[in-house]
């Protein structure tokens, strides 16, 4: 159960890649992936962030637990800032902070059996000796579903689906108290995506996890996220609680993404739906003022001129839009 204690706190952060060119290489433009985004993570809770590709919703992940160092900006854990510790201080703290990967196959290294690859995290940290070590990684391997036999195998001997349990049994190796899930089903198929979310369901009840689920598909955000944050060419456009997102989103991308999302019932295919017109900017210039404005359906002049805030416009739902949707 979600408390409304923070976990984690995003404040202002940005996160901008040099572009360089010319004989001598110089910085001649910068690709804003993050651009101002706040908010905060609870206790125990799932917060879901989606967006079309390129948005900067990975890259936000990995600045939250620092694979990435941001342009500005900070990000508080459990009151410290992240960015001001010194090596070994982050060192220590990457034990409650871990990250799986998209990719459940690149991410595990082939010359490693899975046994070494996890037992190799509780090395680098100092965890137990030899035997400890190989018990732990069994306890782990059972944890996620795999049997401690496998413990010899090597990745390209497990189908998709069981590699991405070894990779969410190495994320649970150090007892994280925070894992960031970067698109962790994507690569696989439809069944055993379902059985995937399942279990970070049950191990997120029974280790009190918290979770930031970075996705593209929101039948799967919705399905185990408590909160909903849209971004959209480097913003945060929309926060809400899952429910309340869903069912009444004030911000016109959000909308339109929800109206594309395919609907298995026939009887709901016929609801209002939003066609985004044009391409996503580019995020080396993008547009003045809402960067959602080019694309909008129901733009007006202010838009073009002033960046919205976010700001909240009912209980816990925040939204980065001039004129919101009544819904």
Known sequence: MASRETLLKVNRVKKYFPMRGGLFGAVNAQVKAVDDISFDIYKGETLGLVGESGCGKSTLGKTMVRLLDPTEGHIDFEGRNIFKLKDKEMSSLRRDMQFIFQDPFSSLNPRLSIGETIERVLKIHGMGNKQEREERVQQLLEMVGLSPYHIRRYPHEFSGGQRQRVGIARALALNPKLLVLDEPVSALDVSIQSQVINLLEELQQRLGLTYLFVSHGLNVVRHISNRVGVMYLGKLVELANTDDLFDHPKHPYTK???????????????????IIQGDVPSPINPPTGCRFHTRCPFVQQLCKEVEPALQEEADGHHVACHFPLDE
Request: hydrophobic residues 40%.
């Open 256 to 274: 339109a993404l929800i109206s594309a999302n395919p609907v298995a019932n026939p009887r709901l295919r016929d609801q209002e739906k939003i």
